[in-house]
């Protein structure tokens, strides 16, 4: 058992109940916003209280639920009900539809005879064998497309149920999930702050139970770190606190080449803060922020492009543009960019 855990065990036995009854009105608030910033989502609660109660009125009494029960039995039963505006009487009208011409003969002209051996061919021939002889005339409309490229691209008869068969879908083999993030965040957090030079890659991505405190404490620890090279923190549920710490951290790390931040709940202004960090930073050749909780505007991109422009260590940038303006802006600086940092492994 690690001393994380040990340190769990002394809260097992406490009465969550009995804290909540004790605080006051002002700490339940301040709770209140410290659950907000840790789950800004409300996913981490059931689906029947992520809706806030804003209702001030006291109860008027204990819920019973037998008596609600027997009050809504009561009101639908002397609920009067609706009369029929024309009642039904079993009574047929009208006469049943007679065809007028039962069978259709067909014209002298659209008679085919067929030699006797090709009629008794087509006598004896199964479902499935009609089924490939009208793929080989073309006949595509009396069948699906899979039953007619099959009989058309294989050799032998691969339709063995005939044209009126039920088309079955296609068996694809099962995707089994991702497994879990297997990453040790509390003794990568001390590897980082004991800056050890065995630990270059630090990968938290889809780990969804990270504290925002922890989160800026990897992010306080990364600004003296020497050793770390690559830092991924997709689908963290990170938010503007921890870009903050993100930008304070980018402005101070000389070593630090690629961060990934995609997938978080980063609003314009903490993302701002970011791209305005990386004015300061001569090391980071990656960087990727796309795909955020919601839409970083048009200011933010403009800032994107001009960071671009004014940053020729930024060789890979990961965010979609919807702008045509700052798109063409990024493109063309990110490809001055790659072709500098060609001429500089030449010389």
Request: charged share 25%; proline share 6%.
């Amino acid at each position: 058992m690690t001393s994380y855990r040990q340190e769990l065990e002394k809260y097992r036995d406490i009465d969550e109940d009995k804290i909540l009854r004790e605080l006051s009105a002002e700490e339940l608030a301040q709770l209140d916003m410290e659950l907000i910033e840790m789950d800004p989502e409300n996913v981490l609660l059931p689906a029947g209280l992520r809706q806030r109660d804003q209702t001030q009125k006291s109860p008027t009494g204990p819920l019973d639920r037998e008596a609600l029960l027997q009050h809504l039995e009561k009101q639908a039963l002397e609920a009067a009900e609706r009369q029929d505006l024309v009642p039904f009487t079993g009574e047929k009208k009208g006469k049943p539809f007679v065809p007028k011409n039962p069978t259709r003969e067909v014209p002298r002209e659209e008679q085919i005879t067929l030699e006797p051996e090709l009629e008794e061919a087509l006598a004896n021939a199964t479902e499935a064998e009609m089924c490939d002889i009208a793929a080989i005339l073309g006949m595509y409309t009396l069948m699906s497309n899979k039953q007619y490229y099959d009989a058309i691209c294989s050799g032998t008869i691969s339709n063995t149920e005939g044209i009126n068969s039920v088309v079955k879908p296609d068996t694809y083999k099962p995707v089994p999930d991702e497994p879990p993030n297997p990453t040790n965040v509390e003794e990568t957090l001390r590897q980082i702050q004991a800056n050890d030079s065995a630990l270059e890659d630090v990968n938290l991505n889809n780990i969804k139970d990270i504290p925002i405190s922890t989160l800026k404490a990897i992010c306080e620890a990364m600004k003296t770190n020497t050793h770390v090279k690559k830092l991924s923190l997709v689908a963290t549920r990170s938010n503007d606190p921890v870009a903050s710490a993100v930008a304070e951290m980018l402005m101070e790390n000389k070593t630090l080449q690629s961060l990934n931040i995609e997938s978080n709940f980063i609003t314009s202004a903490g993302m701002m803060n970011i791209i305005k960090a990386m004015y300061h930073n001569t090391t980071l050749s990656e960087l990727k922020v796309d795909n955020q909780c919601q839409r970083l505007g048009d200011t933010v991109e403009m800032e994107m492009a001009t960071m671009l422009e004014q940053c020729p260590s930024v060789v890979r940038f990961g965010y979609h543009f919807t702008q045509q303006g700052p798109r063409a802006r990024a493109a063309i600086a990110i490809t001055n960019n790659n072709e500098l940092r060609r001429k500089q492994k030449k010389t």
